[in-house]
């Protein structure tokens, strides 16, 4: 398991970080301590990049963007990702009929896909 920075451990650029996820999210996710525990400049770097992509106002509402999080985490198989962005994706709106849905058609495709690529099958598009 990784070594997660804690807050008391936390100073200069790691403590920066640790107190806008604070502040935007409420608290900091073990992702970001992790990152924190190996190198600061590396997280402050995907904080940004979390604030670009899923914090900021964009064309896209938060409850999609957690929708499409969680299909990836789902088709990378990432335990962690799934359990941070179906909550993620509860709190911005998602009922569990959703949440089902979603699963069933990430199951779908996966079949789907895997079916297409053994038959090398041409598009028709």
Request: net charge negative; aromatic share 8%; glycine share 4%.
């Amino acid at each position: 398991m990784s070594k997660l920075l804690t807050d008391n451990e936390a100073t200069g650029r790691a403590k920066e970080v640790f107190d806008e996820l604070k502040e935007k999210m409420g608290i900091i996710p073990n992702f970001f301590r992790a990152q924190a525990a190996v190198d600061s400049e590396w997280t402050a770097i995907n904080l940004t990049r979390w604030k670009h992509i899923m914090h900021n106002e964009r064309k896209l509402d938060r409850k999609t963007k957690e929708l499409i999080a969680l299909t990836v985490s789902l088709v990378n198989n990432c335990e962690y990702c799934c359990m941070a962005h179906e909550g993620a994706a509860k709190m911005a709106g998602a009922s569990e009929e959703e949440l089902n849905e979603l699963r069933q058609v990430v199951e779908f495709f996966q079949s789907f896909n895997a079916i297409a690529d053994s038959l090398n099958v041409p598009c028709e598009i």
